[in-house]
């Protein structure tokens, strides 16, 4: 996913190594598909770089949880994991490295519209995406991106080589959370959908406000796992057990054709799908979620390096992307239901997404979290 910053530069001086230094992060185009992937993707360490000395089972902790739940969020018990993975594809989520967090309480489903629109009636809150962006803080960006608007997956109809995602995103005028595919569209029937086009600081002041916060990278993913040792899906190693699909994702031909086979074309209403073993709905697929960390590739490295267990870690203290050196971003986990077999696989819990904080789209969402104390 591009962010804004990239996209309204979009065709003028956007480089082309750029784009392929962000689609090979994405990707490894020598692999034909990421299920082939998958069939590499053992759940054994493969080689020693990537083996976890210390790997065991997760620990998860026995302590009940500190009172009654709070509405809609679920304890989550905390414990120590093998957090990241070995998949080839996705080189900044690897190693496998030791982690523990503490536990904490957190949304039991990604924040839907008729919550985030309850927010801003208490609140008269204004997202980033209604704003008018202003020129200074997007130099060289063409003058008609310079309005009130957001990133909308607009595929193309016909089949394009997937060496750049510049082709299926666009920047829309009007496009904000009350109406994700456009000024057109509108909220009618998914109140319960998860919000999108939500910047970084529209999701902290949303969780301010909720007096919650959002989770660190860590924590997401030991939630995520549900208790599961180094499973490649949040509910195990199975695509589609009994032939159920367990998350909203892409099927058909990507970027042009999405089947819908799962039952959704785009976002679906959250709880969908099944719970995971902690119960929570919609850890993968359906919208990508904002982290509190900043995004690093080589954060899981440099942590795998110390040999200790990182102890509610909390990102590194500043940002890298290689694709786009200069515009620091945030980790977003999850993947959504533009996450595709063919294209990329990164609603699988160990992998990692990036977004610039001002940036939204319309398959970005989020969830808060609350500590315990
Ligand atoms: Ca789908």
Redesign the pocket.
């Known amino acids: 996913m591009g962010s804004f910053y990239a996209i309204s530069r979009l065709r003028s001086n956007i480089t082309v190594e750029a784009v392929k230094a962000e689609k090979s992060d994405l990707c490894d185009s020598t692999i034909a598909s990421a299920r082939s992937a998958h069939q590499l993707n053992s759940s054994k360490p493969r080689n020693d770089s990537d083996s976890d000395a210390s790997a065991t089972a997760p620990l998860i902790n026995v302590t009940t949880a500190p009172g009654s739940a709070p509405d809609g969020m679920v304890w989550i018990p905390g414990g120590e994991f093998s957090m990241g993975s070995e998949n080839p594809m996705m080189q900044d989520a690897r190693p496998f490295h030791r982690v523990a967090v503490d536990g904490f309480w957190m949304d039991q489903t990604e924040v839907t519209n008729e919550e985030f629109a309850g927010f801003v009636k208490a609140t008269g809150y204004v997202t980033v995406a209604e704003r008018k962006p202003d020129a200074k803080s997007f130099p060289g960006a063409p003058p008609e991106n310079l309005v009130p608007g957001s990133v909308v997956f607009t595929p193309p109809d016909r089949k394009v080589p997937l060496d750049d995602s510049y082709v299926w995103w666009r920047y829309v005028p009007g496009a904000n959370w009350r109406h994700p595919n456009g000024p057109a569209s509108h909220l009618k029937g998914k109140e319960r959908n998860p919000v999108v086009h939500i910047s970084y600081e529209d999701a902290e002041a949303y969780a301010k406000w909720a007096g919650k916060r959002l989770p660190t990278e860590a924590e997401f993913e030991f939630a995520a796992r549900g208790g599961l040792d180094r499973k490649r899906f949040v509910w195990g190693d199975e695509f589609k057990p009994g032939g159920k699909f367990q998350a909203?994702?892409?099927?058909g031909h990507f970027p042009n054709q999405?089947t819908?086979e799962?039952?959704?074309?785009t976002t679906?209403p959250v709880g969908a799908f099944p719970a995971n073993g902690f119960g929570l709905f919609d850890m993968a697929g359906n919208v990508w979620e904002w982290t509190s960390d900043w995004y690093r590739p080589d954060y899981y490295r440099t942590l795998a390096a110390t040999k200790q267990v990182a102890r509610n870690p909390q990102g590194p203290a500043d940002s890298l992307d290689p694709a786009e050196p200069g515009v620091a971003k945030r980790v977003q986990k999850g993947g959504s239901?533009l996450c595709t077999d063919e294209y990329c696989a990164r609603y699988m819990p160990g992998a990692r997404g990036k977004g610039e904080p001002d940036t939204g789209t319309n398959h970005l969402g989020f969830r808060c979290v609350r500590s315990a104390r």
Do not use: E
């Open positions: 909203n994702t892409f099927q999405n819908g799962d039952g959704f074309i679906s239901f």
